[in-house]
């Protein structure tokens, strides 16, 4: 799983743009499911398991990933552009990007501190003033290489550090990908569906109409979420911790899940020996939002890899947490099937 | 279109070796190996890289600065995070999530750690955090980490050597990389001229910190005339062309108070006979580089100062345009040629 992962880090899909990553992941099922790609580009695939299941289960998990849209190219050549995504603008500052379909190399520039004012010198440039140098001398220079409603992405590479860490772009939630592409590979109990969903990071919006075609009775968002387990921070603001295990949810800022899968996780995570850890902090939000509403209602799930430094171009996870994850979301989806 | 190569594959080189300020050992060996090509070359005792050659009445030494901006390891906390320091001007603006080089008994990755939303207010999000709210995120145990790292130890920002359009490039420590390289390329282009005078090159130590091994290399040098090549602020959105330069548009030759009138009015001249693109950068105090140590070292030196323009400035993406790199050094080699022959 840690190559799939990599692999699909690699690739760029910010939201609206999944494509490289939906083609790379039916290079991985077709073998192994039927599926099909819905009107807003969702993947679905149906797994057939040994047995039939006495609920239908869904696993979700998005494809897209945050980046930027440029939105114009100023008349020295420079490119404007909007967030995709919650992106804080002060990790954007200074780094390499890569813009368009041939990926023409960039940074988001930032004016020397040494011209900042006196007194201004932790201050961060406005959204509306941030821009991509891609070495252009003229607007009709980069015009040759940029369109407007280009898509740009994080420059950044994997990097496997310290006690089992990984670093990458895009984990969130490239790890869920590689879940549950895991999961489609190996044999299954029961029958169970997948999402592979577009569009979370602007408001969940794939996972809307996915939910919708699939109609499940249960169903688990795989996520990542955010471990704030750094220098600094207390217990009680931690979230969650890397190297404990998958992060099962109780309430974010868009879904209250169902005490009834939430305490039944931690059941069959003790009977099987699996590492969980509750999530605590109510922050965030994920496609259990737009799932658990969806038609008359479905009794939704959250497992997520605990992730430092979420929505960055580094983004650090601990492989062992995606290990752990994959096997209580094994367990939970049988649970469900049979429940 | 020139795709100037062989600066490219120097700058490269140059930059890929680490060295913040005070320890300089890696950029010092791959600068040495390049400059011993030209001229016998010691290392002197503050670790600056210097090399002498040639024999005439005038004596001018040239002068790029060797360190780069970083962090210092200031402590290993409790959780196994580094604490930090600032080694040098590194603008901390740019360091939430950044990627970074321990150099510890061996090279090790971290990553500069970022406050998560939950915990920050959306006002918070318009200021950086202050040293005393980040660490360095190695992924260790303390006990772990405390096997590799000390305080006292370097780290330096990551960032690969990106090409851009045209003949621009991205990089970490382009400042002042870029100036070690036009040296290099100016010695290139004197090869096999008859000179009458003899030349020194100091690629010196710890002018992020305030120019000791310009001071010190200086003073060993005893020349009569020193350029200093360092980079320079170059125009971009916010930043005003009527006070900054044009990134391609030329060697930046340098006029103020400092600076020896008649070197800088005689690089301009030559410039325009020899039609190098060039343009004027006019300071009213002091410099800002080297070139301050260098002018009241020992009895003192009239000292000259080209730049080469430079976007983001202390940042792992400092942006330059590889055809001001070769025009400072062509420059430099036609001052040296037309001092030379004059004096013979």
Request: aromatic share 6%; glycine share 10%; with cysteine.
């Amino acid at each position: 799983m840690l190559e799939m992962i990599k692999e699909l880090c690699t690739l760029s899909g910010i939201s609206g743009r999944e494509n490289v990553v939906r083609d790379y992941i039916i290079e991985k099922i077709k073998d192994y499911a039927e599926y099909s790609i819905d009107p807003l580009g969702n993947l679905i695939v149906f797994k057939k398991g040994k047995n039939p299941a006495k609920n239908k289960v869904m696993l979700d998990a998005h494809m897209d990933e945050v980046g930027m849209m440029i939105t114009a190219i100023t008349s020295e050549g420079f490119l404007r552009f909007v967030k995709v995504g919650g992106i804080d603008s002060r990790v954007m500052l200074g780094r390499t990007v890569k813009v368009g379909d041939k990926g023409i190399s960039g940074v988001v520039g930032i004016k020397p501190v040494h011209l900042v004012e006196k007194g201004q010198d932790a201050d961060i440039p406005k959204a509306d003033d941030l821009y991509i140098d891609i070495g252009a001398k003229s607007k009709e220079e980069a015009a040759e290489y940029i369109r407007l409603g280009d898509a740009a992405w994080f420059d950044s590479d994997f990097v496997e550090f310290g006690d089992g860490f990984i670093k990458a772009k895009a984990l969130d939630d490239r790890a869920g990908c590689a879940i549950l592409i895991e999961l489609i590979r190996s044999e299954l109990e029961y029958d169970t569906w997948f999402s592979f969903s577009v569009q979370e990071e602007i408001g969940t919006r794939g996972a809307q109409t996915s939910a919708f075609t699939i109609a499940p009775d249960y169903a688990i968002a795989v996520e990542t979420t955010t471990a704030a387990d750094i220098s600094g921070v207390k217990d009680d603001k931690r979230v969650c911790i890397c190297g404990e295990g998958g992060a099962v949810s109780f309430m974010d800022r868009r879904t209250i899940y169902s005490r009834e899968l939430f305490d039944k996780a931690f059941e069959v995570a003790k009977e099987r020996n699996i590492r969980c850890q509750p999530k605590t902090v109510v922050a965030g939000g994920n496609n259990a939002g737009a799932i658990h509403k969806s038609r008359g209602g479905v009794k939704t799930l959250t497992v997520s890899v605990p992730c430092r430094y979420l929505h960055s171009p580094g983004c650090v996870i601990k492989y062992s947490d995606a290990v752990e994850s994959l096997k209580l979301i094994g367990a939970m989806a049988e649970e469900f099937a049979k429940w | 279109m020139n795709n100037y190569n062989e600066v490219s594959v120097l700058l490269e080189k140059l930059c890929s070796a680490k060295g913040v300020s005070g320890a300089e050992n890696k950029a010092a060996q791959v600068a040495s190996e390049l400059l011993s090509k030209y001229m016998s070359v010691k290392i002197d005792p503050l670790g600056s890289v210097t090399g002498t050659m040639g024999e005439g009445d005038t004596h001018i030494l040239l002068d790029a600065h060797l360190d780069q901006i970083g962090l210092i390891v200031t402590a290993v906390d409790e959780d196994g995070f580094l604490k930090v320091a600032k080694c040098g001007g590194a603008d901390i603006r740019v360091l939430a999530a950044a990627e970074v080089t321990v150099h510890g008994k061996e090279d090790i990755f971290g990553i500069i750690t970022s406050t998560p939303p939950h915990l920050s207010k959306p006002e918070d999000s318009n200021k950086a955090k202050g040293f005393d709210e980040i660490a360095v995120d190695i992924g260790m145990k303390r006990e772990d980490a405390l096997k590799i790292v000390s305080p006292g130890d370097r780290i330096t920002f990551n960032g690969s050597f990106s090409k851009l359009l045209g003949s621009r490039v991205a990089s970490p420590s382009i400042d002042d990389r870029a100036g070690v390289a036009a040296i290099l390329r100016c010695l290139e282009m004197l090869e096999g001229k008859e000179l009458n005078c003899r030349i020194s090159v100091l690629f010196s130590v710890q002018e992020e910190t305030g120019g000791s091994g310009a001071q010190t290399g200086a003073f060993s040098a005893d020349a009569d005339e020193a350029i200093a090549v360092d980079v320079s602020f170059a125009t971009a959105p916010g930043i005003s062309s009527e006070k900054y330069a044009s990134l391609g548009g030329g060697t930046m030759i340098g006029f103020g108070p400092s600076l020896d009138y008649d070197m800088s009015r005689r690089l301009s001249e030559i410039a325009e006979k020899k039609n190098i693109p060039n343009q004027s950068e006019v300071m009213g105090g002091k410099t800002g580089t080297n070139c301050d140590e260098i002018q009241i070292s020992g009895k003192g030196v009239k000292t000259a100062l080209l730049s080469i323009p430079l976007r983001n400035m202390h940042t792992a993406v400092e942006v330059c345009d590889l055809e001001d790199i070769e025009n400072t050094a062509k420059l430099m080699a036609e001052y040296i040629i037309e001092r030379g022959c004059s004096d013979a």
